[in-house]
T-cell receptor, first 113, second 111 residues
Framework: ETGVTQSPTHLIKTRGQQVTLRCSSQSGHNTVSWYQQALGQGPQFIFQ???????GRGNFPPRFSGLQFPNYSSELNVNALELDDSALYLC????????????FGQGTRLTVV | GQNIDQPTEMTATEGAIVQINCTYQ??????LFWYQQHAGEAPTFLSY????GLEEKGRFSSFLSRSKGYSYLLLKELQMKDSASYLC????????????FGKGTSLLVTP
């Protein structure tokens, strides 16, 4: 158990719809990162939030957006869903500054049909 | 940008030793992590290297050479439960210390 919880665990959406995924970070951690993991691939960095501000972003289009709340929990929003968005979405919490391990939640499996 | 390479698949025998290599290129290196991921589960932390050399932790060891952009994960006394994907990830200062992962090495341990 890492103390990082994600909801929902599974989700099915239709192409064009919007989705919100949620993550509660581990106690004491102030940084949340989101990753997309396609089947058989390594996780791909989407973006990262520190103290409610985005402080890093990977190669994902603007329809991927996020929020971090004062309690350091976070949301990932994806608009205009595409079939290729089907993946495992992982949230990781850490204490910022680098050099510290990130603890992952169990992920949300999103299927777009 | 990032370029992290590791073998796609490896097979080893129970009780043996296996070495999983990882090479990387990054402009803002701030450490290298190894994670283990069983099918359908979240990645779990194995090791972290920021200085050159070998870090040993039980049956698992990790090595880093920053000048060569090279790391390896060494697994000793392999057990069946070690069958999993092993992910090499580099922390990059230029992206807020976020982790950039390789595609993972799928390790199969056979009896």
């Amino acid at each position: 158990e890492t103390g990082v919880t994600q909801s929902p665990t599974h989700l099915i959406k239709t192409r064009g719809q919007q989705v919100t995924l949620r993550c509660s970070s581990q106690s004491g951690h102030n940084t949340v990162s989101w990753y997309q993991q396609a089947l058989g691939q390594g996780p791909q960095f989407i973006f990262q939030y520190y103290r409610e501000e985005e402080n890093g972003r990977g190669n994902f289009p603007p329809r991927f957006s996020g929020l971090q709340f004062p309690n350091y929990s976070s949301e990932l929003n994806v608009n205009a869903l595409e079939l290729d968005d089907s993946a495992l979405y992982l949230c990781a919490s850490s204490f910022t500054g680098g050099g510290t391990e990130a603890f992952f939640g169990q992920g949300t499996r999103l299927t777009v049909v | 940008g990032q370029n992290i390479d590791q073998p796609t698949e490896m097979t080893a025998t129970e009780g043996a030793i296996v070495q999983i290599n990882c090479t990387y290129q990054t402009s803002g290196f701030n450490g290298l992590f190894w994670y283990q991921q069983h099918a359908g589960e979240a990645p779990t932390f194995l090791s972290y290297n920021v200085l050159d050399g070998l870090e040993e932790k039980g049956r698992f060891s990790s090595f880093l050479s920053r000048s060569k952009g090279y790391s390896y994960l060494l697994l000793k006394e392999l057990q069946m439960k070690d069958s999993a994907s092993y992910l090499c990830a580099v922390s990059d200062r230029n992206s807020g210390y976020a982790l950039n992962f390789g595609k993972g090495t799928s390790l199969l341990v056979t009896p």
